[in-house]
């Protein structure tokens, strides 16, 4: 399974784009990019998932580049309440289910 | 409301008192695990199942002991618990392996004396 490599941590002010890197150099064809978030110690809260194309829903917007090798995990309009560490996961779609967490990078919105 | 259950949130135990963690998630989810988190690691898997009856070791296995009797339920047994089972666990079921959303329950923060 690929690993992943994030900042541990981004100040980001409130209203603006909270934009979080996430480097993946070893993905592998048949891995997807996920983004979860973990406020204080709640259960981790899915965001967005993608596989080659950039994907947006009502929370946020995926970036990935067209080796794969990075992603970008777009807030447009940070709140308060998107303070959090968020996660960047790489999973495989077939075989073994799993997910490795890293240490995730810790977002600080500002008011 | 979809969600993932576990209970209970909080336990104090002594050492070697055989205790279960258990979850529920009312989604008809295949794939179930847990997971601890513990302060500088991150979450580790410990045990998953992709079906009933199936399950397989995590990163972490050692100490612990799943079950997967019905779809919805995935208990975490725990036969005679230690210290560094103290920790934050989490459940999390998925519809399917890959390519979609898992759900994870609010944790169950666990003291071992």
């Known amino acids: 399974d690929a690993k992943t490599t994030q900042p541990p941590s981004m100040d980001c002010a409130e209203g603006r784009a909270a934009n979080l890197p996430c480097n993946h150099s070893?993905?592998?064809?048949?891995?997807?990019v996920y983004w979860y978030r973990q406020i204080h110690s709640q259960g981790p809260q899915y965001i967005i998932h993608g596989l080659k194309n950039n994907e947006t829903n009502e929370m946020a917007s995926l970036i990935i580049t067209e080796d794969r090798k990075s992603s970008t995990l777009i807030l447009p309009h940070a709140t308060l309440r998107d303070t959090a560490v968020y996660y960047c996961i790489v999973s495989r779609t077939s075989g073994t289910y799993k997910y490795i967490f890293g240490t995730g990078t810790r977002l600080k919105v500002l008011a | 409301e979809a969600q993932v259950t576990q209970n209970p949130r909080y336990l104090i135990t002594v050492t070697g008192k055989k205790l279960t963690v258990t979850c529920s998630q009312n989604?008809?989810?295949?794939?179930m695990s847990w997971y601890r988190q513990d302060p500088g690691l991150g979450l580790r898997q410990i045990y998953y199942?992709?079906?009933?009856?199936?399950?397989d070791k995590g990163d972490v296995p050692e100490g612990y002991k799943v079950s997967r009797k019905e779809k919805r339920n995935f208990p975490l047994i725990l036969e005679s618990p230690s210290p560094n089972q103290t920790s934050l666990y989490f459940c999390?079921?998925?519809?399917?392996?890959?390519?979609?959303?898992?759900?994870f329950g609010q944790g169950t923060r666990l003291t071992v004396v």
């Open positions: 070893t993905i592998s064809g048949n891995e997807y």
């Open positions: 999390a079921s998925s519809l399917r392996q890959g390519g979609g959303e898992a759900f």
């Open positions: 199942s992709m079906n009933v009856e199936v399950t």
């Open positions: 989604m008809n989810h295949e794939y």
